[in-house]
């Protein structure tokens, strides 16, 4: 029992970001399959895109797509080296930070249209 530790919060945010990367992809063929019912409906679903609460989703899905990649690549290393699982605490604080610094940046180039901006 991990006891609410770093290997926890890995695992949950490991599956959730899975999860929300699966619901992103079947929103996005659906959307972009949308276009055999017209162009009017096709450019009808689009048009949301731009609301506010799709913007915040994706910055939200670009941190989940970051951190379930690096994450990925984190547990490659835990199971493939015998220094990986010593380190698993540490590389996951490196994994939180990649994907801080990711969603920050997508904020940074997604958000200032919502208020306002270019």
């Known amino acids: 029992m991990y006891k609410g530790r770093e290997g926890q919060w890995a695992f949950l945010l490991h599956r959730l970001s899975g999860i929300a990367i699966l619901a992103y992809l079947l929103i996005h063929v659906f959307s972009i399959g949308s276009f055999m019912f017209g162009?009017?409906?096709y450019m009808a679903i689009h048009e949301t895109y731009d609301w506010p609460g799709f913007r915040v989703g994706l910055v939200f899905i670009t941190a989940g797509v970051v951190?379930?990649?690096f994450n990925g690549l984190r547990i490659i290393v835990?199971?493939?080296t015998g220094a990986?699982?010593?380190?698993?605490?540490?590389?996951?604080?490196?994994?939180m930070l990649i994907t801080l610094?990711?969603?920050l940046y997508a904020a940074w180039t997604l958000l200032p249209r919502l208020i306002g901006g270019y």
């Not at 990986?84 to 994994?95: D, N, S």
């Open 78 to 80: 835990m199971d493939f």
């Open 101 to 103: 610094i990711s969603g």
């Open 84 to 95: 990986g699982v010593a380190y698993q605490r540490q590389m996951w604080y490196g994994v």
């Open 67 to 69: 951190y379930h990649a």
């Open 39 to 41: 162009e009017r409906f």
